[in-house]
């Protein structure tokens, strides 16, 4: 009787760790999978993460959250968000100095429709370590002009509406593989400004992540994964800046299984987050 139960036992864990369910699983660049020490280990020395997300995607945000709370143990750390607009950036403060309340920014910043589920815990979690979090994308009203009209649109700006853009002229290199692919993705409708609105978007996250910077801290910034996809976007524009920074990108994918990097994906970033394409989505 006894051997019948331990092999019972046996069979009963085996059928257990069959069945086990992985959410997501974190690789680097070559597709070897590593855990998430092994991430904050490789990531807590350089200057700048661009932590690419999918916008509606829980395990993204999680892991933002739970890596802010590590390199902050040990990082002068900064945050900032292509979610949230230049020009409410004093919204932004006087929500994270306790001079307004949620509700108050709801009314005065255009915040995103996940906010509240994706974006109020990251801001939460400077607000109560006193870190600075940077609005760092440009006014979506500018970047609509530029889709419409081109970048010359915005010369025409005000001198206190430029401050909320990167410096004009912008470099733009149309040839980069992000951008050209950008226009395939129109099919019969080709607008050769719709690359140069993504441009404008993110040589602005670049300008103020570097604007808000010290020498001696670490900016986390948390941006849609196609800014930052292959070592372009917000990437490149960091790159002509200063080539001796250090940075580090992060990007996130669905997959139906998680247990092995897809080809399409291996050096898309240095760390690639798979994420169960079943995952809940937050909108």
């Known amino acids: 009787m006894k051997y019948l139960l331990g092999a019972f036992l046996v069979l009963f864990t085996l059928q257990l ?3 086990k369910i992985e959410a997501y699983q974190l690789y680097n660049k070559k597709g070897r999978k590593v855990s998430f020490k092994r991430l904050v280990k490789s990531v807590k020395k350089k200057d700048i993460i661009l932590f690419g997300e999918l916008h509606d995607n829980p395990i993204a945000h999680w892991i933002q959250l739970k890596l802010a709370k590590e390199l902050n ?3 002068d750390l ?8 230049a020009d409410n950036q004093e919204a932004l ?14 009314s005065l910043a255009r915040l995103w429709v996940n906010h509240k589920t994706d974006y109020k815990p990251l801001v939460d979690f400077a607000k109560e370590k006193q870190l600075k979090f940077v609005a760092t994308n440009i006014p979506r009203r500018y970047a609509s002009q530029v889709y419409k009209k081109g970048f010359e649109i915005l010369d025409s700006l005000p001198k206190q509406e430029k401050n909320w853009i990167a410096p004009l002229p912008i470099d733009y290199d149309p040839e980069l593989p992000g951008y050209k692919k950008m226009l395939t993705m129109m099919k019969d409708h080709k607008n050769p400004n719709f690359p140069k609105a993504q441009a404008i ?6 300008y103020f992540i570097m604007k808000n910077r010290r020498e001696d801290q670490q900016f986390l910034h948390f941006n849609g994964a196609y800014h930052s996809n292959n070592f372009e ?3 490149w524009y960091l790159q002509n800046e200063n080539k001796e920074l250090k940075i580090a990108t992060i990007s996130t994918v669905l997959q139906e299984d998680v247990s092995k990097l897809e080809k399409e994906y291996k050096e898309q970033a240095d760390f690639i987050l798979v994420v169960d394409k079943e995952m809940t989505r937050t909108y």
Not at 78 to 85: C, F, N
Not at 93 to 106: G, R, S, T, V
Not at 201 to 206: E, H, I, L
């Open 17 to 19: 760790s069959a069945q």
């Open 73 to 75: 143990q040990e990082n």
């Open 78 to 85: 900064v945050l900032g968000a292509e979610m949230l607009e």
């Open 93 to 106: 403060n006087d929500y994270l100095n306790d001079e307004i309340n949620q509700k108050a920014l709801d």
């Open 201 to 206: 978007k993110d040589a602005t996250m670049a």
């Open 233 to 235: 976007g917000i990437y």
